[in-house]
């Protein structure tokens, strides 16, 4: 519950409920709220308000201002009709957008307090909304279908959803909804199309509407009691090559930014940011890089939500991304591989390879650094991996190949022991880099991380005397590295492109500048092949 501003709430962390995941075409008869037609009927009244939204923008544009507020009819009758333009000119600019329809269905007596909470709150939502650098439109009417009301956010893409869901006044409307509410439906979905007072919004056309994903909330006795997603990936069989993306880089800079994922930790999304901007400045044309990893953890920590890779990639429009090597031999029938870099420590001998570094902290004040092999840090001669069982184990998640399955396989088949019961306890760190950490500061005795994340926390100077305390216990592998990869429907002339500039990266003096500063040698060619050996179906018993 919110009573005080917005500013004072805080989210709880866990979740009171469970969340369902519903299939396309699933039917939860106990919830018939979820049936998978009313989709279809909530679209018919989202494209209602679009285009009576459209129908106003002559006279919108006429005002020659970049914000506007317009309320038509009183909200107690049918045809209210309340928007919000909160930067027209990007608006009008723009031809992908991301838009979240709202669907609520009002309890049948709210208390006035209540009541009155909603509408203090209403006035800070449209203030903070005037605010927001994502959100370019918000349209709320009111069905004649049955008096709910409904909303229509209109965003430049999926990226300022998840900002929007961290702010505060979002928070306190959610806190309110199991107030106000019975039930609610929420739908995602990525729209294509130019927004301009001649778009015929019926005709399929000029405006397309591709849904991403449903949210279904049940509330029960003012709390949340039921939660389902569906979520529409959809088949990319018959469609050309590049008819759905990008041809050229002429293509790329009139229709929108060029947009990278990232799904990894921080560390590798500071690389990928930079390389993804390389790009961007050699093709001459805008980027945007999205922290996947991050947004993702934040989901699952307040909603246990995890989309997999597929998901985010479909929600967000990415054009390319930064994935592991696990995620890629999963999806490569969707994706395609087109390079993987390599580090320049001597143990990578100039391959784009990596390992699983075991880790563990020195249990003396040795502080010698064995290059053996270009581990820097010392190998502590001392343990051995079996010398590790019955300890606390930290990873970074169980879909992770070198912060899980590898050492997993290794027990497997040299112990015979699942890794749940080679080790004492087992502890969620959720990245390498916090696995690290948990090493360091004696919460894990041992950790299972990605060399490369290893060598790049090495790499910042005011951490070299903080991880001489670091011991890698043994090296397994070598794996491919995680590569960078797209949807097969990106053109190949743009795949082509992309690969090249990265393939001569370093060989111009911008190139090797960065490359050396971040620690890497160059990129290389990779193929599909190199990843068919991951082995990620472990079975823990």
Same mark, same amino acid.
């Given at each position: ?29 106990? *919830? ?12 018919? *009244? ?81 203030? *903070? ?18 008096? /709910? ?9 999926? =990226? ?31 729209? %294509? ?10 005709? $399929?056309?000029?405006?397309?509407? /591709? ?11 003012? /709390? ?22 990008? =041809? ?39 980027? %945007? =890089? ?15 939500? *995890? ?6 990639? %479909? ?7 930064? =994935? ?132 790049? +926390? ?7 005397? +903080? ?27 743009? /795949? ?15 190139? %090797? ?5 971040? $620690? ?22």
């Amino acid at each position: 519950m919110c009573l005080g501003p917005a500013s004072s709430y805080v989210p709880p962390k866990t979740p009171l409920y469970t969340q369902v995941k519903l299939n396309a075409a699933e039917k939860v008869p106990q *919830h018939p709220f979820t049936d998978p037609d009313h989709r279809k009927d909530d679209l018919v *009244h989202l494209r209602a308000a679009l285009k009576k939204f459209i129908d106003l923008l002559p006279s919108i544009v006429a005002t020659g201002e970049d914000v506007y507020l317009d309320t038509i009819g009183d909200s107690n009758e049918d045809g209210y009709f309340r928007v919000l333009v909160t930067q027209l000119s990007r608006l009008l600019s723009l031809s992908s957008f991301f838009v979240v329809g709202f669907m609520g269905f009002r309890k049948d007596e709210i208390e006035d307090k209540v009541r009155a909470q909603i509408w203090d709150l209403d006035e800070k939502l449209l203030t *903070h909304l005037k605010a927001s650098k994502n959100i370019l439109c918000y349209l709320t009417f009111r069905k004649s279908s049955d008096g /709910q009301f409904a909303n229509v956010v209109i965003l430049d893409h999926a =990226v300022g959803k998840d900002a929007w869901m961290m702010n505060a006044t979002h928070h306190c409307a959610m806190a309110l909804s199991n107030k106000y509410y019975n039930a609610v439906r929420i739908h995602n979905f990525n729209v %294509e199309g130019r927004i301009h007072p001649s778009a015929d919004v019926d005709n $399929g056309r000029d405006i397309t509407w /591709q849904p991403i994903r449903t949210t279904y909330v049940r509330f029960v006795n003012d /709390q949340t009691w039921w939660r389902g997603v569906r979520t529409y990936v959809p088949s990319l069989d018959g469609v050309s090559p590049g008819a759905l993306d990008l =041809v050229s880089s002429m293509e790329i800079s009139s229709h929108r930014p060029l947009r990278f994922g990232c799904f990894m930790g921080d560390v590798a999304f500071n690389f990928h940011k930079q390389i993804a901007h390389y790009i961007g400045s050699r093709l001459g044309v805008p980027v %945007e =890089v999205v922290p996947i990893n991050a947004i993702n953890d934040v989901r699952y920590d307040r909603m246990r939500v *995890h989309p997999t890779v597929l998901e985010s990639i %479909e929600e967000y429009s990415l054009d390319f991304s930064f =994935v592991c090597g696990t995620s890629f031999a999963k999806l490569k029938d969707e994706l395609s591989v087109l390079v993987a870099p390599v580090r320049s420590e001597a143990r990578y001998k100039g391959q784009p390879i990596c390992y699983c570094d075991v880790i563990m902290k020195t249990d003396d004040d040795d502080n010698n650094n064995d290059e053996q092999d270009g581990v820097q840090g010392q190998r502590d001669m001392k343990k051995t991996i079996q010398d590790l069982q019955g300890s606390v184990f930290g990873y970074n998640k169980t879909a992770s190949y070198s912060g899980y399955h590898i050492l997993a396989n290794y027990l497997l088949d040299n112990f015979n022991l699942s890794i749940s019961n080679f080790f004492m306890e087992m502890r969620h760190t959720s990245t390498h880099a916090s696995s690290i950490q948990q090493v360091l500061s004696g919460h894990v005795t041992c950790a299972a991380v990605a060399s490369v994340v290893l060598d790049m +926390e090495r790499s910042i100077p005011e951490r070299s005397e +903080e991880f001489k305390q670091i011991r890698v216990v043994d090296s397994l592998g070598p794996v491919p590295m995680p590569p960078l990869v797209c949807r097969r429907h990106v053109s190949s002339s743009l /795949q082509s492109g992309v690969r090249d500039l990265l393939m001569t990266m370093h060989e111009t003096k911008e190139g %090797e500048e960065m490359l050396s500063r971040l $620690g890497f040698m160059k990129w290389a060619p990779i193929e599909e092949k190199h990843y068919h050996g991951l082995r990620f179906e472990t079975v823990d018993v």
